[in-house]
């Protein structure tokens, strides 16, 4: 195998391991138990199906665990690492994996290094080494020295050659500090988890409290032993945990196609419950391609297009870091809209930096929001500063006027800051130059904003969730763009990073309510933010794509990297990426999230009340001393079998977004039986086990009837003892359980729609799994070997028409409630 630029991970577990570990859990142990039991009774068959369902949960468990595995396999690939090389004169982007000894490396802040790399050129370089030392203070760097793989550029830019790859590098040489990947549980899964449990308990008393009946009743002890074991296997919901899988891993991959890569699986509940998403201006709310428009030199706005500038395109030009070569473009988008402005009037960075080469820079960052380099210019050494306006004007001291040198006076200046007023207040983004401490002029870039991002926050806004820019540009242009995209009407509404530095965390929380637009703000604000939204009573995603950014990616209850422009840093500290960059994206991923939330929900109640259904059933009959309405092996059919496809349809189901974005997020302490599930669970359980009571004592009740015998119990139990009339009203019993939960599981997709006002082509699983089960129930009472093995009766056609009709109940049920909903609306 070729050397690749990877670390090994650990060996994945066996397809028999996953088995085994698919089989380690206590509802199998529920079924065990039961077979052994069955074994000891010579009931042969029932081991037989009980084993047969063991085996068929484990596969199909390992299956899905695979396809799971599989999806998140495909989702790290899409979030693994790259590398900028230099190669034959251009840079390119390339996976991290294909790197080789040799290859030169570029560098810069958020870069994860991606293999161990001997630098040739380092400027301001920082490195954090925790990942190697456990020292998180960043150490500084500069040519000669070697960064390591893993490691974390936190500061500055630089440039190497790769020294070893893969586990030839330090990391790899110490592979049991491999992080090993966090339990992937989420909240609801746990707790889920915990139900099981006390579900598996409650079985195995109610077998005691029946078994314990029926001895003081006097009744046969092996025969009640079968019934026992029958109500056992009725209590537990052995489909749950597997369903549960499922739907979570289809809704992630729904979610990865939609644009949004989920890195911590808990993340995926939390997103229901998000009521105010903080997000980035530059690139999410807005399309991040910046040109400039407009600059002002001379006391003079000029349109960009209309002139060339005398003395500002060296500067902005020379004092930049993008690289735009033919189609290639590489770098911030703002200095991209430099160049190409440049290179509009023929002024390009190739040619100027031969004449004026550098030979110093401090790179931009968020937090200085200004840029310097030095160059050799005529023999001697001149710098050239760009960033914000104020930063930028707070360290001149001259300004340059039609070739002269004039002092900057306070009149000056204010004339300075009426033009970035002006500009500011279109929306354009400002950056001002200075060579020196000589101030040349200003430069007004456009952003437009995304067409999809005002659909977004409307939406949002419908689904009482609030929007929130944050940006590091000028107050003006950050409300005229907010204004664009309804998020503000009023000055009011925005605070600036220094009003905020004013506030105390008290006041910050009162005023917060109130506030649409964070300007000027630098990452260290972002925390603040965060947590004064959550102080008062948000639950707040937050969006990021610099080093800077990753405290506060992780104090957000949801925190976002960017996909494309985002730092490795911010992604590794991120909840979610986004592929796209975009705000919409946030959007399709919290109706997903509440979706997710919204399907599990639905497949677990209709789950419970089917199971809820058994139990009555079952519970019923034998308190009132019958004959045992199911065998164990028909409730194992239907639990396995009939409900859980449904079950997976439900948990598949296609939301309509409408829907699902009008009501306000949920309350992420919100129990899954919260808005009538409990009533949801019993009504339709105890509604089944009606239907199924019924459909079990038609034939005795019929006979009782034509034999003109009084219709007492006693008698009931006698007609139940012939072994055909038995076989039969446990036929009939097992169909209609079976069937009125297909029909229970269509009510079930949308509880506050009328069967005929669904779209139900929206849910094509659903169709397959009715036929499907409807198939399969009618295989086990026409065909001989199955008829043998569960000890049905075929049944005949006006039987079959009756027991449809009965099983259909729950879907009868279903509209009335509808009906007396409405009633209650308009009354
Ligand atoms: P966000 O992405 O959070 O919306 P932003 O992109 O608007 O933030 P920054 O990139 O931090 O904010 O930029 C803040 C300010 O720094 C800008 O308003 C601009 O004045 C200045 N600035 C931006 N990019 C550069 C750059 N490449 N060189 C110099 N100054 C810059």
């Known amino acids: 195998m070729k050397n690749e630029n990877r670390l090994i991970e650990e060996a994945p577990p066996s397809v028999l391991e996953k088995f085994v570990s698919q089989l380690n859990n206590p509802f199998t142990f529920v079924l065990f138990a039961a077979a052994a039991i069955s074994l000891l009774l010579s009931e042969y068959s029932d081991v037989i199906v009980i084993l047969a369902v063991v085996i068929f949960n484990g596969v199909f468990g390992v299956i899905q665990e695979g396809k799971a595995e599989h999806a998140l396999a495909a989702l790290k690939k899409m979030t693994s690492p790259t590398a900028l090389i230099r190669k034959g004169g251009t840079v390119r982007r390339v996976p991290a994996v294909s790197l080789e000894p040799g290859d030169v490396v570029l560098l810069e802040a958020g870069d994860q290094v991606p293999a161990d790399i001997q630098l040739t050129e380092a400027s301001h370089l920082a490195v954090e080494e925790s990942a190697l030392t456990g020292e998180s203070l960043p150490v500084h760097k500069s040519a000669g020295q070697s960064v390591f793989m893993s490691t974390l550029i936190t500061d500055g830019r630089g ?41 598996s308990i409650l079985a195995l008393v109610l077998c005691a409290l029946l078994f314990a009946l029926a001895l003081a009743m006097g009744r046969d002890v092996p025969e009640m032993l079968v019934t026992a074991i029958s109500l056992a296997v009725a209590a537990v919901p052995e489909g749950l945990p597997a369903i549960v899988t499922i739907v979570l891993a289809i809704g992630v991959s729904r979610l990865a196609s939609a644009g949004t890569i989920v890195r911590k699986m808990p993340s995926v509940e939390t997103l229901g419950s998000v009521s105010v998403v903080c997000s980035d201006k530059t690139g999410t709310l807005t399309q991040n391609r910046m040109t400039v428009t407009a600059y002002y030199e001379n006391g003079k706005i000029t349109s960009a297009s209309e002139r060339k500038p005398s003395r500002l395109l060296d500067g902005f030009v020379l004092c930049n870091n993008a690289i735009l070569a033919g189609r290639q473009r590489i770098g911030d988008p703002t200095e991209l809209a430099l160049l190409d402005w440049a290179a509009s009037h023929k002024v390009y960075k190739e040619a100027l930096e031969i004449r004026y080469p550098r030979v110093d820079e401090q790179p931009f960052s968020s937090e200085a929001r200004r840029m310097a380099t030095r160059h050799k210019k005529n ?94 540009d000028h107050k003006n242009t950050a409300f005229s763009i907010a204004k664009e995209l309804e998020l503000a009407d009023q000055p009011s509404q925005c605070l600036t990073g220094e009003e905020l530095d004013r506030l105390s965390d008290e006041e910050l929380e009162q005023k917060i309510t109130n506030c649409r637009v964070f300007a000027r703000v630098s990452p260290g604000h972002k925390v603040r933010i965060v947590k004064a939204f959550q102080k008062s009573g948000h639950l707040a995603a937050m969006t990021g794509d610099g080093v800077n950014d990753a405290p506060s990616l992780k104090t957000a209850d949801i925190g976002i990297a960017m996909g494309k422009c985002g730092t490795d840093v911010a992604k590794g500290a991120a909840d979610m990426i986004l592929t796209d960059d975009n705000f919409a994206t946030i959007e399709k991923a919290i109706a997903g999230g509440r979706g997710i939330y919204e399907n599990i929900r639905k497949s677990v109640l209709f789950l419970l009340s089917s199971n809820f259904g058994e139990i009555m059933t079952m519970f019923t009959a034998v308190a009132a001393g019958l004959a045992v309405p199911l065998q164990a092996i028909h409730i194992l059919w239907v639990n396995l079998i009939t409900d859980s496809l449904p079950a997976l349809a439900l948990g598949m189901d296609k939301n309509e977004d409408a829907l699902l974005m009008h009501d306000p997020p949920r309350d992420p302490e919100e129990s899954l039986m919260a808005h009538g599930g409990w009533f949801c669970t019993c009504f339709y359980g105890f509604l089944i086990a009606g239907i199924s009571l019924f459909a079990f004592l038609m034939l005795p009740v019929l006979m009782l009837r034509q034999m003109d015998m009084e219709l007492t119990l006693g008698n009931l139990r006698v007609a139940l003892e012939t072994p055909a009339v038995l076989a039969r009203a446990q036929t009939y019993a097992f169909t209609t359980l079976g069937v009125s939960q297909l029909f229970h599981a269509i009510g079930m997709r949308n509880q506050r729609k009328s069967i005929f006002e669904m779209n139900h082509l929206q849910n094509p699983m659903m169709f397959l799994a009715l036929f499907l089960g409807l198939g399969l129930q009618a295989a086990v009472t026409e065909i001989p070997v199955l008829i043998r093995i569960f000890g049905t009766a075929p049944l005949a056609l006006h ?28 009354g």
């Not at 500009?423 to 400002?430: D, I, N, P, Q, Y």
């Not at 039987?799 to 308009?826: D, I, M, N, T």
């Open 799 to 826: 039987e079959w028409g009756f027991l449809l009709a009965l099983s259909a109940v729950p879907l009868f049920a279903h509209q009335l409630l509808l009906l007396r909903k409405s009633g209650k609306k308009k």
């Open 159 to 199: 440039e190497g050659v790769v020294t070893k790859i893969g586990m030839d590098t330090e990391i790899g040489k110490i592979a049991a500090l491999i992080h090993k990947s966090e339990s992937s549980q989420t909240p609801l899964q746990k707790r889920l988890g915990k139900l099981g449990k006390s579900l």
């Open 379 to 472: 023999g001697r050494l001149i710098s050239y500063i760009k960033g914000a306006s104020d930063v930028v004007l707070a360290k001149c001291t001259e300004l340059a006027s039609y070739g002269s040198v004039k002092p900057l006076t306070a009149s000056a200046r204010r004339t300075i800051e009426q033009a970035v007023e002006t500009m500011s207040g279109e929306g354009l983004r400002v950056l001002a130059l200075a060579e020196d401490n000589v101030f040349l002029g200003l430069v007004g870039m456009k952003d437009p904003v995304r067409p999809e991002s005002l659909p977004a926050i409307r939406r949002f806004r419908e689904a009482g969730i609030q929007t929130v820019m944050i940006t590091g």
